[in-house]
């Protein structure tokens, strides 16, 4: 059974392991859209501290099988990071957490994430949660970002 609930970046192993976990995650993305060295990739405990997001983690038993990340401003619900464990792919870990971020700010007036535009898995997934392409970036060489966003109002969970 998979439970979701908030991760604190005060307590150093919860640190370590959220780092582990995105690293075996963006290590995917990254060879998805072709850009091997994905910042997060380098994201060291201290560095993950300091951000000022908020993370809800999925557990199976004691271990961390996925993470989200958001910040909220106002109704705004601004979605910075969602990783799972490549060992936990197509088990639902990342529509558990959207799910449980939804529940949490049913208020929210919408939501906003962005992914590589080569991230297939993540773009169909913002894509069944109506979320709709509303900008794209190119980082890099061949390289481009999709940014998405969802109107909550009347929004049914």
Known sequence: ??????LDLGDPETLAEIVRLQRASYRVEADL????DLPPLRETPEELAATEESFL??????RLLGAVSYKREGGLLDIHR?????????????????DALDERHAD??????????ENGPAVE????????????TTVAPGIRIV????RNAGMVL
Not at 33 to 36: A, F, T
Not at 86 to 97: E, H, N, Y
Not at 147 to 150: A, I, K, L, P
């Open 125 to 136: 997934l913002y894509e069944r949660r109506g979320f709709r392409a509303v900008g794209r």
């Open 33 to 36: 859209i072709g850009m091997p």
């Open 57 to 62: 983690g999925a557990f199976e038993a004691s």
């Open 1 to 6: 059974m998979i439970e979701v609930r908030p």
């Open 82 to 98: 969602l990783v799972v464990d490549p060992v936990a792919f197509r088990r639902g870990i990342a529509t558990r957490l959207l």
């Open 108 to 117: 929210a007036d919408r939501t906003i994430v962005a992914t590589g535009e």
């Open 147 to 150: 940014r998405f966003e969802r």
